[in-house]
């Protein structure tokens, strides 16, 4: 699966954890997951060094960001909608210099 560009997953509700494998997608550009209400991110998330696009919507009990999301530079779309646990954005966000959308409506935690 090393050459997979495309993730999109919905409504994985179970879903708790990624392996920490799956950060050894290098060639994975989208990953969308919808609706996946209990997913943690792997502390090595930002090793997904291609990724342009990261929707992670509907996800109830996400509270923070790893730290290593500012790895992410190609980065152009983050929409973490309804992430309603989320309480703070890692400092790292600001190393996201090809940021050009950014969607946190309904992250009633959210204060900074």
């Known amino acids: 699966m090393g050459a997979l560009q495309y993730l999109h997953m919905g409504r994985c509700q179970q879903l708790e954890e990624l ?8 060639a994975l550009q989208d990953l969308r997951m919808g609706d996946c209400r ?3 991110l792997p502390a090595r998330f930002g ?11 509907i996800n109830h009990e996400l ?3 790893p730290e290593s999301v500012g790895l992410l ?3 152009s779309r ?3 909608k309804a992430c309603r646990q989320l309480e703070v954005l890692p400092e790292s966000l600001g190393q996201l210099t ?8 309904w992250c009633d935690q959210l204060t900074a």
């Open 19 to 26: 392996p920490q494998s799956f950060c050894d997608l290098k």
């Open 38 to 40: 209990h997913l943690a």
């Open 47 to 57: 090793h997904l060094t291609s990724l342009t696009n990261l929707q992670l919507v």
């Open 63 to 65: 509270n923070a960001l």
């Open 73 to 75: 530079t190609g980065l």
């Open 78 to 80: 983050l929409d973490l």
């Open 98 to 105: 090809g940021l050009q959308q950014l969607s946190l409506q």
